[in-house]
DNA sequence: GATGTGAACGTTATGATATAACATGTCAAG
DNA sequence: CTTGACATGTTATATCATAACGTTCACATC
């Protein structure tokens, strides 16, 4: 279960929470990064949050615990994360979540519950395929690509 | 053409201006909907610019010409050209453009060129599609989408 | 073990983007 | 000619983000 929409059901949290944080270590193994306390608590705390958040939401967080309290802090740690493929930016609401799948694939769509403001992860491969054939058409290469819908998640259309 | 990226051509761009302004008027008039001088003036300063441009730079221009000159006269014009599918959102950048094909097909994906910023609106029914499906697989329902894609143009690709 | 180097971190300050709240103006319907 | 709805203008502030600079620390080298 790693490419399902985690965050609309309910699943052992915890469980995934570490595994995403094993495979993030994993990862800076792998590749020689740093992941140093800061960086790593960060994505501790995007982790045990499971929803997005905004860098001074972390910030306060990161502050209350010793560490730095300005926003180049948080800001280098996120910018570090998403670089790396550790987090995600979700322009929409101007936050940030932790990816639940680091390493793999990558360039996921964002399902936005309007209701909950729950954030999924989704694979987005046939999406960003289409992309790609649609910006071909008219000459333009793809680089990096943003893909957010927002709507209604199972649950809360169902309570409506 | 009318769904073509436009941006990256050249053109017969005050015809296209005038065109998405007749556009936009038919619309209004259709709708009953109020293109007041400042939401006018705001839809102009984006099709002329023909780029996506910063809310605090077209209050620069407002300003300029008699206009309010605090943020929220500017805000509230591009909520209302947005909410009417004049004007597009370009999330990546913080900015604004207008919409060449108002009244049309809509939820387009944006192709922003890293080098020159140019921005072009492209048709994006099949992307749409493959993410209402990838949406629908997870039982999330689609409202709004956003789609964008950072890369290089034809005119920067070519130069390189 | 001293020392140079570079990356990460902390801090100050500021910049850029956006909205809440309220006052004023405009205009058509009653 | 009042009322009500909506647009605009203004003040103030909230929110998001980065430039610039100094300090610390791990580590490689001498």
Same mark, same amino acid.
């Given at each position: 279960?790693?490419? #399902?929409?985690?965050?609309?059901?309910?699943?052992?949290?915890?469980?995934?929470?570490? #595994?995403? /944080?094993?495979?993030?270590?994993? /990862?800076?193994?792998?590749?020689?990064?740093? @992941?140093?306390?800061?960086?790593?608590?960060?994505? &501790?705390?995007? @982790? &045990?949050?499971?929803?997005?958040?905004?860098? +001074?939401?972390? @910030?306060?967080? @990161?502050?209350? #615990?010793?560490?730095?309290?300005?926003?180049?802090?948080? +800001?280098?740690?996120? #910018?570090?994360?998403?670089?790396?493929? /550790?987090?995600?930016? $979700?322009?929409?609401?101007?936050?940030?979540?932790?990816?639940?799948? *680091?390493?793999?694939?990558?360039? *996921?769509?964002? =399902? $936005?519950?309007?209701?909950?403001?729950?954030?999924? &992860?989704?694979?987005?491969?046939?999406?960003?395929?289409? /992309?790609?054939?649609?910006?071909?058409?008219?000459?333009?290469?793809? &680089?990096?690509?943003?893909?957010?819908? =927002?709507?209604?998640?199972?649950?809360?259309?169902?309570?409506?």
């Amino acid at each position: 279960m790693h490419t #399902e929409a985690l965050a609309f059901h309910s699943h052992d949290h915890a469980g995934c929470s570490a #595994e995403a /944080l094993a495979g993030a270590e994993a /990862l800076a193994a792998a590749k020689g990064l740093r @992941l140093t306390p800061v960086r790593r608590r960060v994505l &501790e705390i995007l @982790l &045990e949050a499971h929803r997005a958040m905004g860098a +001074y939401d972390v @910030l306060q967080r @990161l502050a209350a #615990e010793g560490f730095g309290n300005q926003p180049p802090v948080v +800001y280098r740690a996120l #910018e570090f994360l998403v670089d790396q493929g /550790l987090a995600h930016r $979700i322009q929409r609401l101007n936050a940030f979540t932790a990816c639940m799948d *680091p390493g793999h694939d990558h360039a *996921p769509a964002f =399902l $936005i519950c309007r209701d909950c403001s729950a954030v999924a &992860e989704a694979p987005a491969a046939s999406v960003r395929e289409a /992309l790609e054939m649609a910006a071909a058409a008219v000459g333009f290469t793809v &680089e990096r690509s943003t893909v957010e819908a =927002l709507g209604l998640c199972p649950a809360c259309a169902g309570a409506a």
